[in-house]
């Protein structure tokens, strides 16, 4: 009688499990982890990888056993190998069954394996993955929300080609080599441009493709027909919504900023203009109450000395009087 090949449920096993039975499993596969020797890490991924599958509580090992620092160890190094592959999967296990439960989040767990596929040199898988993705935005709301809003147009701003090369100039064997490790085969910029065209078509905000635009624009001039085509239905359905370019925004913005700027200099000057003559004329004021003070002064001294005068003349004529009759 042949062996059934399919991994039996190890759900029903891990509950069953002591808690020191697999304190002692998971204490193992971390020290094959952590060992020098090479070929334990991928056999203990793979152990690892089917007890966070099958164990439902595996947040509680993850913090007890401190996990994500540990495959930090193989999903930093960003080289497409098994421990690579076999440790960001566990990753992504862990983060979908503990993270959030926002549908705009969740809908990038549920295409970042497949936007990897896209960008497979195999042809076929690239297509297999576009296809895929294809109908899911094309059937799901969140998911166009999700592409559009959480890195997917960046990622496609980074793969897609930059200024072509003059041919009369030879380029350096720097860039040679630059260029051969960031070429994008063509199926992959076909499934690309595609997949923009399906949510250029479906999407209600368009805003975020704005800085695929002066891409877009050296694909319509420089690329092969068929992404010359793709590229120029795309841009016309981003124009259509009345939505400019990044660079062109930025500029539009700089100089809204630069009037602004030249308005509120403006204001300010006429501010301290009417400070100015607000001091002036507090001044002007001021020396108006201190003339009119020293007016009345003048004329009180005046009245004084006529009224003194007029004592003194009528003194006199007093005394000539006096004398004249004595």
Request: aromatic share 4%; charged share 30%; proline share 3%.
């Amino acid at each position: 009688m042949e062996e059934s090949t399919i991994r039996p449920d190890k759900t029903e096993q891990f509950g069953t499990t002591t808690g020191s039975d697999v304190a002692t499993i998971i204490t193992h596969i971390i020290q094959d982890l952590e060992s020098e020797n090479i070929n334990l890490h991928v056999p203990a991924l793979r152990e690892l990888l089917n007890i966070i599958v099958d164990y439902c509580n595996s947040k509680d090992l993850t913090l007890k056993y401190k996990l994500m620092p540990l495959l930090n160890k193989f999903a930093g190094k960003i080289e497409k190998n098994e421990e690579f592959v076999l440790s960001t999967t566990i990753q992504h296990v862990i983060g979908v069954r503990n993270g959030s439960d926002d549908k705009t989040i969740l809908a990038g767990a549920a295409t970042d394996s497949i936007i990897q596929t896209i960008f497979s040199s195999d042809e076929q898988i690239s297509k297999a993955g576009s296809k895929a993705l294809a109908e899911l935005l094309e059937e799901n709301t969140e998911i166009r929300k999700s592409l559009l809003t959480t890195g997917f147009i960046q990622i496609v701003q980074h793969m897609l080609p930059n200024e072509t090369l003059t041919h009369s100039i030879q380029p350096s064997s720097s860039l040679l080599s630059q260029q051969k490790e960031t070429n994008v085969p063509n199926h992959v910029r076909n499934n690309l441009l595609d997949l923009l065209l399906k949510l250029a078509g479906s999407a209600e905000d368009l805003q975020p493709l704005s800085i695929l635009i002066p891409k877009l624009e050296r694909i319509k001039t420089d690329e092969e027909p068929e992404l010359k085509n793709k590229a120029k239905r795309i841009l016309a359905l981003i124009a259509s919504e009345g939505i400019s370019s990044f660079s062109d925004t930025k500029e539009k913005d700089e100089k809204i900023h630069q009037l602004e700027e030249e308005n509120k200099r403006k204001d300010q000057e006429l501010i301290r203009k009417d400070e100015e003559n607000s001091k002036m004329k507090e001044e002007l004021n001021q020396k108006d109450e201190e003339n009119k003070k020293l007016k009345d002064e003048n004329q009180e001294e005046n009245m004084k000395y006529s009224h003194s005068n007029i004592r003194t003349s009528r003194c006199s004529k007093l005394f000539s009087f006096i004398g004249t009759n004595c």
